[in-house]
């Protein structure tokens, strides 16, 4: 059972910034998709950024150029660096583990989630 604990959530000021990481439970960086999410109250949960086994990225039209997503298969950790924040990234953050089917524990798993507010 794959477990993941976000951290580094908090209070920003527009236009600052904010680094949340990712850290599973074990080796899993090298083959899962690691994303992070976000939903603000009263709004659908949606991507913010996706990182692949072999390191390649994507992001949310919102996010591009202030977010970069990168990870560390050493320390089994995703980080989200938030750059030039805007009250509208204000959400609760959780980072998804996507393990194809056919590999042991195959599945998705969620974080508890990390709140990020961004104060005007």
């Known amino acids: 059972q794959v477990q993941l604990v976000e951290s580094g959530g908090g209070l920003a000021q527009a236009g600052g910034s904010l680094r949340l990481s990712c850290a599973a439970s074990?080796?899993?960086?090298?083959?899962?998709?690691i994303s992070w999410y976000r939903q603000a109250p009263g709004k659908q949960r949606e991507l913010v950024a996706r990182?692949?086994?072999?390191?390649?990225?994507n992001y949310a039209d919102s996010v591009k150029g202030r977010f970069t997503i990168s990870k560390d298969n050493a320390r089994n950790t995703v980080y989200l660096q938030m750059n030039s924040l805007k009250p509208e990234d204000t959400a609760v953050y959780s980072c998804?583990?996507?393990?194809?089917?056919?590999?042991?524990?195959?599945?998705?798993?969620w974080g508890q989630g990390t709140q990020v507010t961004v104060s005007s």
């Open positions: 990182i692949f086994s072999g390191g390649s990225t």
């Open positions: 998804n583990a996507h393990i194809l089917s056919y590999r042991p524990g195959g599945g998705d798993y």
């Open positions: 074990g080796s899993i960086l090298v083959f899962a998709t």
